[in-house]
């Protein structure tokens, strides 16, 4: 009851988020005409699912987006740099990011290099659907972070490089620099978690932009991460 409260405090009458996500699905439409808008749900799960796709609805938990200071979010389940995804503003770029994961699908390989060029495919997807929020919104960093991703492109590559990580199907090695995470191990202590993803969404802008006849629906039908990376 207490949370079914908040969260009507909260959202009143969710028409902010209504016309971003109206928004959002006419750049899906552009994009995907072939594809069925899905009908948007929002729903409380007691924290258990932020967002999902599943058979043309998108589902979205409302007591995900409650503020990152919000006290009943336990600190032991949902650390800082998660909590701070958790309110209005990031509401809209992470239901339209399940709806990109769901365009673009998973890996077809283990190595870093599939995963970093899916996860860049699922980036610039969002860019498309939602490119009027700031680039830390879609990434979940903090301004800083992405700033110091934006000047350290080469150090990351000479990090993965190094360290041979590209080709790594080692989950150990690559998980936090794909996955949520404070920070990115063996890189400077500024370098958030998932340097992995922004660098395989520069990957993918380049490729895009050196194949300007491809469009959003061929990319994602690229299966090949190392053809894009050679391209």
């Given at each position: 009851?207490?949370?079914?409260?908040?969260?009507?405090?909260?959202y009143?009458?969710?028409?902010?988020?209504?016309?971003?996500?109206?928004?959002?699905?006419?750049?899906?439409?552009h994009?995907?005409?072939?594809?069925?808008?899905?009908?948007?749900?929002?729903?409380?799960?007691?924290?258990?699912f932020?967002?999902?796709?599943?058979?043309?609805?998108?589902?979205?938990?409302?007591d995900f987006?409650?503020?990152?200071?919000?006290?009943?979010?336990?600190?032991?389940?949902?650390?800082?740099?998660?909590?701070?995804?958790?309110?209005?503003?990031?509401?809209?770029?992470?239901?339209?990011?399940?709806?990109?994961?769901?365009?673009?699908?998973?890996p077809?390989?283990?190595?870093?290099?599939?995963?970093?060029?899916?996860?860049?495919?699922?980036?610039?997807?969002?860019?498309?659907?939602?490119?009027?929020?700031?680039d830390?919104?879609?990434?979940?960093?903090?301004?800083?972070?992405?700033?110091?991703?934006?000047?350290?492109?080469?150090?990351?590559?000479?990090h993965?490089?190094?360290?041979?990580?590209?080709?790594s199907?080692?989950?150990?090695?690559?998980?936090?620099?794909?996955?949520?995470?404070?920070?990115?191990?063996g890189?400077?202590?500024?370098?958030?978690?998932?340097?992995?993803?922004?660098?395989?969404?520069?990957?993918?802008?380049?490729?895009?932009?050196?194949?300007?006849?491809?469009?959003?629906s061929?990319?994602?039908?690229?299966?090949?991460?190392?053809?894009?990376?050679?391209?």
């Open positions: 009851r207490h949370l079914i409260d908040t969260v009507d405090l909260v009143g009458d969710f028409e902010l988020e209504k016309q971003e996500l109206e928004e959002a699905f006419r750049f899906y439409k994009y995907f005409p072939e594809k069925e808008t899905p009908t948007v749900v929002t729903y409380i799960s007691e924290y258990t932020g967002a999902f796709t599943y058979e043309g609805i998108l589902g979205i938990g409302l987006f409650l503020g990152q200071d919000y006290p009943l979010y336990d600190p032991n389940v949902f650390p800082k740099y998660i909590r701070r995804t958790m309110d209005r503003a990031h509401l809209t770029s992470r239901a339209m990011e399940a709806v990109a994961n769901e365009l673009v699908g998973e077809r390989g283990e190595k870093l290099l599939d995963v970093m060029i899916n996860n860049g495919k699922i980036l610039y997807v969002l860019d498309a659907l939602v490119p009027h929020a700031p830390s919104i879609k990434l979940g960093y903090s301004a800083a972070e992405t700033e110091w991703c934006e000047a350290n492109e080469l150090q990351m590559w000479t993965f490089l190094g360290e041979d990580l590209l080709y199907a080692n989950l150990r090695d690559i998980r936090k620099l794909v996955d949520h995470s404070p920070n990115s191990p890189m400077p202590a500024d370098a958030p978690g998932r340097t992995a993803n922004w660098t395989g969404w520069q990957i993918v802008k380049a490729f895009m932009k050196r194949n300007p006849e491809i469009t959003l061929q990319l994602i039908d690229v299966t090949d991460a190392q053809e894009i990376l050679t391209k």
